[in-house]
């Protein structure tokens, strides 16, 4: 398998582009996915200065390997809001995107879903609306390589 490793400096572009994109859709709240979201959305809510900051928990990988059966917890009390933006750092397969947003659709039937990420894959079942980079290597994420 073929790695390559996305630097801090790359990171801080991409989310400013990311930024631009997202802010005309002026989110009420952002929910990151962690934990590989967590760091694009607190960058986003920092560059959105948004406040109303949330992460909902999914296990769905073992290092590499894709596991069984997803898990997904702590999800936040969204009723208040009438938009957020969904967050992770790479729509890989699409299925924790996908089961995340259908939970949260499903729980707050009056909630506005968008979703961003920094790569995505082609051949993901569902694609983020705003993202950046195609992935087409094992994405190594500084936060994750460099500690």
């Not at 961003?116 to 994750?144: H, P």
């Amino acid at each position: 398998m073929t790695k390559t490793y996305y630097g801090y400096e790359a990171f801080l572009s991409d989310t400013k582009k990311l930024q631009s994109q997202i802010q005309e859709f002026n989110p009420d709240a952002i929910v990151a996915i962690a934990r590989g979201g967590v760091t694009l959305g607190h960058f986003l809510a920092s560059g959105l200065d948004n406040r109303n900051f949330f992460t909902i928990s999914s296990v769905f990988y073992d290092e590499t390997q894709k596991m069984k059966k997803q898990e997904i917890q702590n999800i936040p009390d969204l009723s208040e809001y009438s938009k957020i933006i969904l967050v992770d750092d790479i729509v890989d397969s699409g299925e924790t995107l996908q089961n995340i947003k259908t939970i949260l659709e499903n729980k707050f039937p009056r909630l506005t879903i968008k979703t961003a990420s920094l790569f995505y894959k082609t051949t993901a079942i569902i694609q983020a609306d705003y993202s950046i980079n195609e992935a087409k290597d094992w994405i190594e994420f500084f936060w994750e390589k460099d500690i």
